[in-house]
């Protein structure tokens, strides 16, 4: 889990983030929601929600979804809560040790923020218990099938405390079948010369094997 500096790096980066990687931010909630797919009354919970980019895309777009975004840091938190007002709750939590019930939510979506979780598998499982059965999961994140990425990376975890590592389109899909989710697909495009992302959609069916698809 991360400890006290990396939480406060976080809460300090919150009042620039916005502006500092906009282009970045634009890009890559707009190819998120480019692949999602709701019937628009879902139940949805959005794990290190940040400033609430893509929440607020996600209701512009489906104005009927149940969203509660989470986030351990309360400066990004305060951030989102005034991009979005009060209408939606915002939950200041580790994804490794979710504050919810078993099968509460249809959807677990996530965007720009599983490098830098040091516990995947856990923050995985308990994704998975929050799910209703049969219920999805989707994760966008920087893909280190791409040379570019994978350089970035190497730098990252010699310079930001923060980040963790970036996963390649095959380790991402060990990691969902080691804890049990199905029916994997998963696309990886390019957002610029720099960034390559993958965006994952898994169910989780306990006890089921992963399928198979190309990507």
């Given at each position: 889990m991360p400890g006290t500096n990396v939480i406060r790096i976080f809460d300090d980066q919150a009042k620039i983030y916005d502006q500092r990687w906009a282009s970045y931010i634009e890009a890559s909630v707009r190819e998120t929601i480019a692949r999602l797919e709701f019937t628009g009354n879902e139940k949805v919970l959005e794990l290190a929600c940040g400033t609430g980019a893509l929440t607020f895309r996600l209701l512009e777009k489906w104005s009927g979804l149940n969203i509660i975004g989470l986030d351990i840091s309360r400066g990004m938190l305060l951030k989102a809560r005034e991009r979005l007002g009060n209408r939606f709750p915002l939950v200041s939590a580790d994804v490794h040790q979710l504050p919810f019930a078993a099968g509460?939510?249809?959807?677990?979506?996530?965007?720009?923020?599983?490098?830098?979780?040091?516990?995947?598998?856990?923050?995985?499982?308990?994704?998975?218990?929050?799910?209703?059965?049969?219920?999805?999961?989707?994760?966008?994140?920087?893909?280190?099938?791409?040379?570019?990425?994978?350089?970035?990376?190497?730098?990252?975890?010699?310079?930001?405390?923060?980040?963790?590592?970036?996963?390649?389109?095959?380790?991402?899909?060990?990691?969902?079948?080691?804890?049990?989710?199905?029916?994997?697909?998963?696309?990886?495009?390019?957002?610029?010369?720099?960034?390559?992302?993958?965006?994952?959609?898994?169910?989780?069916?306990?006890?089921?094997?992963?399928?198979?698809?190309?990507?």
């Open positions: 509460e939510f249809g959807v677990v979506i996530s965007c720009n923020a599983f490098h830098y979780w040091r516990h995947p598998r856990l923050s995985l499982r308990e994704a998975s218990r929050v799910l209703v059965p049969a219920g999805r999961l989707i994760i966008t994140d920087w893909c280190d099938d791409y040379l570019a990425c994978r350089l970035c990376d190497y730098y990252l975890r010699l310079f930001d405390r923060t980040h963790y590592r970036m996963y390649g389109s095959a380790d991402f899909r060990e990691l969902l079948e080691s804890v049990s989710f199905s029916r994997i697909q998963l696309e990886r495009y390019k957002i610029s010369w720099l960034w390559g992302l993958m965006t994952v959609s898994a169910r989780w069916l306990e006890g089921a094997g992963g399928e198979q698809h190309n990507c």
